[in-house]
């Protein structure tokens, strides 16, 4: 059964980073584009960033253009979200999940993990 693991979240301060991982169990992994998606409460799940199949692909939100980067290890079947220079307005869960486009749109992508919470202190 396919499953994502995302880890790395946490309190931390503005101005602080934190780099998440996505841990995936999914044979097709490398043919898989991975997004990132966050939630902030009371808010609707919004899209942060993406990633190709092979890594050189990247799409981002303009809210964190800039600030964070995605990257993958194929090999580890795991994908990563750096995110420096936080603010408040980034606090919220985070979501990865794997599709078959690179796109801003939940629809495209059908395994997803349970999310890691990012909370960001002022």
């Known amino acids: 059964q396919a499953q994502l693991v995302e880890s790395g979240g946490g309190l931390v301060q503005t101005g602080a980073s934190l780099r998440l991982s996505c841990e995936a169990s999914?044979?097709?992994?490398?043919?898989?584009?991975m997004g990132w998606f966050r939630q902030a409460p009371g808010k609707e799940r919004a899209f942060v960033a993406t990633?190709?199949?092979?890594?050189?692909?990247?799409l981002y939100a303009d809210s964190v253009k800039g600030r964070f980067t995605t990257s993958r290890d194929n090999a580890k079947k795991t994908v990563y979200l750096q995110m420096n220079s936080l603010t408040p307005d980034d606090t919220a869960v985070y979501y990865c999940?794997?599709?078959?486009?690179?796109?801003?749109?939940?629809?495209?992508?059908?395994?997803w993990g349970q999310g890691t919470q990012v909370t960001v202190s002022s």
């Open positions: 999940a794997a599709g078959g486009a690179t796109t801003e749109y939940e629809h495209t992508y059908y395994y």
């Open positions: 999914i044979r097709s992994f490398g043919n898989l584009a």
């Open positions: 990633i190709d199949w092979s890594g050189t692909e990247t």
